[in-house]
């Protein structure tokens, strides 16, 4: 199978209903003001690689820098305003080509998109107007920024409505177009992990496993991953962010692989733990470790379901692993607090919320409701036997409880 998300893209009605959704929680007389950002400066004549706020492409669709979102409510009515950089051909010549303005309306839905320049002097013309402002106060941008300080010489810098905690809520919640782009980002995932297998034999080193994975996923469409995949060999794995993939990998040792296709701007994020043998076949240990570890992340989906919470999951699949080690001599039968001493070998939250960001935006006490996505990734790290691992799926919450939307590893 080869999945292709090149050019997958969600429709304008999408982006459409979600400004909808904003403007009904918007004050009246009231304009939004979003930034796209910039890609920070790398060096004198580069650049590091752009991706646009999150919170601006989620009302937009647009991944153009500097370009700016406005939704103005006014007598009851919401009109949305897109800002981009006009096209250039020259420019173009040297940094590709940019969105005539009759793309971005057809990606956003926005019929009015003006040139950026015009951006400050309809600013003006708002400040100089009785609106009140909007803004994301998550947004770090220099265009947020400087917005801020316009705002400080006026007197509307304390009654600023701030947004992004009522974007966060809209996040948490998957509509069915965006579990298709997750399951997207899923299958590019998983036919890259398929690719390498083959390939997986002592002596291959990190970086070839790595450059295998990044490869397929390009190949698939998928330019810029959800974050860096990483890979670490026997002792490697005890970093849980293990930066720089160079190692030999010997026979027996377990390999680390965690990584995630993008698709439409959505993350996947899935974990795998192999063998370096010529059969595949894991050791008494490594079996027992991978088994303990599927069986905390099926008590996981278990607990997966409305109204549950990240803190029940954490505490229900930290009782199952704490029963698993006491069973593997890992904690003492005589630890009179397993819960307490399974800390030593559980290292990190058994799930995260999954979206346009691999940890996505959310509310971490709220409790779970159907349509959010979270990737579940139970690890445990024994640093006596040498080694660790996660086992992650991406999960989402139904009416009655919870579905993989990956293929478990088996």
């Given at each position: 199978?080869?999945?292709?998300?090149?050019?997958?893209?969600?429709?304008?009605?999408?982006?459409?209903?979600?400004?909808?959704?904003?403007?009904?929680?918007?004050?009246?007389?009231?304009?939004?003001?979003?930034?796209?950002?910039?890609?920070?400066?790398?060096?004198?004549?580069?650049?590091?690689?752009?991706?646009?706020?999150?919170?601006?492409?989620?009302?937009?669709?647009?991944?153009?820098?500097?370009?700016?979102?406005?939704?103005?409510?006014?007598?009851?009515?919401?009109?949305?305003?897109?800002?981009?950089?006009?096209?250039?051909?020259?420019?173009?010549?040297?940094?590709?080509?940019?969105?005539?303005?009759?793309?971005?309306?057809?990606?956003?839905?926005?019929?009015?998109?003006?040139?950026?320049?015009?951006?400050?002097?309809?600013?003006?013309?708002?400040?100089?107007?009785?609106?009140?402002?909007?803004?994301?106060?998550?947004?770090?941008?220099?265009?947020?920024?400087?917005?801020?300080?316009?705002?400080?010489?006026?007197?509307?810098?304390?009654?600023?409505?701030?947004?992004?905690?009522?974007?966060?809520?809209?996040?948490?919640?998957?509509?069915?177009?965006?579990?298709?782009a997750i399951t997207r980002a899923i299958q590019v995932?998983?036919?890259?992990?398929?690719?390498?297998?083959?390939?997986?034999?002592?002596?291959?080193?990190?970086?070839?496993?790595?450059?295998?994975?990044?490869?397929?996923?390009?190949?698939?469409?998928?330019?810029?991953?959800?974050?860096?995949?990483?890979?670490?060999?026997?002792?490697?794995?005890?970093?849980?962010?293990?930066?720089?993939?160079?190692?030999?990998?010997?026979?027996?040792?377990?390999?680390?692989?965690?990584?995630?296709?993008?698709?439409?701007?959505?993350?996947?994020?899935?974990?795998?733990?192999?063998?370096?043998?010529?059969?595949?076949?894991?050791?008494?240990?490594?079996?027992?470790?991978?088994?303990?570890?599927?069986?905390?992340?099926?008590?996981?989906?278990?607990?997966?379901?409305?109204?549950?919470?990240?803190?029940?999951?954490?505490?229900?699949?930290?009782?199952?692993?704490?029963?698993?080690?006491?069973?593997?001599?890992?904690?003492?039968?005589?630890?009179?607090?397993?819960?307490?001493?399974?800390?030593?070998?559980?290292?990190?939250?058994?799930?995260?919320?999954?979206?346009?960001?691999?940890?996505?935006?959310?509310?971490?006490?709220?409790?779970?409701?159907?349509?959010?996505?979270?990737?579940?990734?139970?690890?445990?790290?024994?640093?006596?036997?040498?080694?660790?691992?996660?086992?992650?799926?991406?999960?989402?919450?139904?009416?009655?409880?919870?579905?993989?939307?990956?293929?478990?590893?088996?």
């Amino acid at each position: 199978m080869f999945t292709d998300v090149t050019f997958y893209q969600l429709p304008s009605s999408e982006f459409s209903i979600r400004r909808e959704k904003i403007f009904a929680r918007l004050p009246n007389n009231t304009v939004a003001v979003l930034f796209a950002g910039k890609a920070p400066v790398a060096s004198l004549d580069e650049s590091y690689p752009f991706l646009p706020n999150r919170n601006f492409f989620y009302l937009s669709g647009i991944e153009q820098e500097e370009s700016v979102l406005l939704l103005i409510k006014s007598g009851g009515v919401g009109q949305s305003r897109l800002y981009l950089y006009p096209r250039e051909p020259e420019k173009e010549k040297w940094t590709g080509r940019r969105l005539a303005y009759e793309e971005a309306s057809e990606i956003s839905g926005i019929s009015d998109v003006r040139e950026l320049s015009a951006y400050e002097r309809d600013l003006d013309e708002l400040l100089g107007s009785d609106i009140n402002f909007a803004w994301d106060e998550s947004d770090m941008s220099h265009q947020r920024y400087s917005l801020e300080q316009t705002l400080a010489k006026t007197d509307r810098f304390d009654s600023v409505t701030e947004i992004s905690s009522f974007l966060t809520q809209l996040r948490m919640l998957k509509s069915p177009r965006e579990q298709e782009a997750i399951t997207r980002a899923i299958q590019v995932t998983e036919e890259s992990l398929e690719v390498l297998l083959p390939q997986l034999r002592p002596g291959i080193s990190e970086r070839e496993v790595y450059a295998i994975l990044e490869s397929e996923m390009i190949r698939r469409g998928s330019f810029f991953q959800g974050f860096k995949t990483i890979v670490a060999g026997g002792e490697n794995t005890l970093c849980l962010h293990y930066p720089t993939p160079v190692a030999m990998i010997q026979g027996g040792q377990m390999i680390q692989i965690d990584l995630g296709a993008r698709a439409a701007g959505y993350s996947a994020d899935i974990s795998r733990a192999y063998t370096a043998n010529t059969d595949g076949i894991r050791n008494s240990r490594q079996q027992a470790l991978f088994e303990l570890i599927c069986e905390c992340k099926e008590t996981a989906l278990k607990t997966i379901r409305p109204g549950s919470t990240i803190a029940k999951v954490n505490e229900e699949t930290r009782k199952t692993a704490a029963s698993g080690l006491r069973d593997l001599g890992v904690i003492p039968r005589s630890e009179k607090d397993p819960l307490e001493a399974v800390k030593k070998y559980y290292w990190h939250n058994t799930l995260h919320h999954l979206g346009l960001d691999v940890h996505d935006v959310c509310d971490r006490e709220a409790a779970f409701a159907a349509d959010m996505v979270f990737a579940v990734e139970p690890g445990i790290y024994i640093p006596e036997w040498g080694f660790g691992f996660r086992v992650e799926d991406d999960v989402l919450v139904t009416a009655d409880g919870s579905r993989y939307l990956s293929h478990p590893q088996k």
